[in-house]
């Protein structure tokens, strides 16, 4: 596996970049806006194809590189389905996993830091966000956190991982780059209490400053830097659930489910539908491509779906893209 542990002095954030092999699909786990040119020149370099950018929670201290990753790769952006970040393409939910080619890691939701904290897990590490750090824990005070749910999470769930799963955490103010679990148990600090209750009194009792950066970062992170549907060319070729519906029915249109197949199985397919999933779409659309054929012989007209809009839209582009109307 090609793994980098990539850092942000200004923050003291962590982003990880992960693939399985040169030439081959990448994943980036919390990018910092300020550094997206450093990543791509990284992409570049490596001969790697960023598929998906991640984000374990809202983050607090930093602008998030997801818009901008976006924008510039036509990546999908990954968050959990608690968050209230408005723009993210595929929404994940305990138990599911964030997938590439030849890596999957395994979706936790881990709330208390915020209530929209997730982590990421693969057989021998877990990207833990700000939920567990090295030799601390996320403060609990601010984004709906919650000291409860934060040993909850910490307890019930991340200690449960293997003594020698490795530990990646989001920040690190001291410049330990990665502990495991063992290490954690036994030497973190905050993690010598035998009650969610004891956990609390010390989360509420830290008293820390508020992030330098939180009344700029937060709402910049809501809206992930800049809003794809306010786009005029999106804007007007987007339909409601009632001009789709009935465009459904037509025998012109081909309707195409952007999802992957993880989300159809969850959340339900549609009957009739073309499953072409987003990251398999610029194969379709290209020069002897299924869709690109069907679009230029049988002059058929696409509709996508892919459940809240951002992969429709960089399709819709791409589309144009390849000279299809
Ligand atoms: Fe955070």
Redesign the pocket.
């Known amino acids: 596996m090609l793994f980098r542990q990539l850092f942000d002095h200004t923050s003291s954030t962590y982003t990880y970049l992960l693939a399985s092999r040169k030439g081959g699909e990448a994943l980036l786990i919390d990018p910092v806006l300020e550094h997206c040119g450093r990543y791509l020149k990284l992409l570049h370099e490596l001969d790697l194809k960023l598929v998906k950018a991640a984000d374990t929670?809202c983050?607090?201290?930093h602008i998030t590189g997801l818009g901008k990753l976006r924008d510039t790769t036509r990546c999908i952006t990954v968050m959990g389905d608690m968050t209230e970040v408005d723009l993210v393409s595929m929404r994940l939910r305990e138990g599911d996993t964030v997938d590439l080619e030849n890596i999957s890691l395994k979706v936790l939701y881990t709330p208390g830091?915020?209530d929209d904290s997730y982590c990421f897990a693969m057989q021998d590490r877990i990207f833990t966000?700000?939920t567990l750090l090295i030799r601390g824990t996320?403060r609990t005070d601010f984004q709906n956190g919650d000291p409860r749910a934060a040993y909850e999470s910490l307890f019930k769930k991340l200690l449960k991982f293997p003594d020698e799963t490795f530990v990646y955490p989001?920040h690190d103010y001291k410049g330990d780059t990665v502990s495991t679990i063992a290490e954690e148990r036994l030497f973190n600090p905050r993690l010598q209490v035998s009650s969610a209750d004891e956990y609390a009194e010390i989360m509420e009792n830290l008293k820390l400053p508020n992030p330098k950066m939180m009344d700029v970062a937060v709402p910049a992170n809501l809206t992930i830097g800049r809003d794809i549907k306010n786009d005029p060319e999106i804007i007007a070729a987007t339909l409601d659930t009632k001009s789709a519906k009935a465009k459904y029915h037509s025998k012109n249109i081909l309707f195409i489910d952007l999802r992957e197949p993880k989300e159809r199985t969850r959340d339900g397919s549609i009957p009739g539908a073309l499953h072409i999933p987003y990251l398999e779409l610029k194969n379709s659309l290209s020069k002897g491509g299924i869709l690109n054929i069907m679009v230029t012989s049988e002059e058929k007209e696409i509709l996508f779906f892919c459940a809240y809009g951002e992969r429709s839209a960089l399709a819709l582009k791409e589309a144009q893209e390849f000279g299809l109307e």
């Open positions: 929670h983050h607090a201290d830091h915020t966000g700000d996320g989001g």
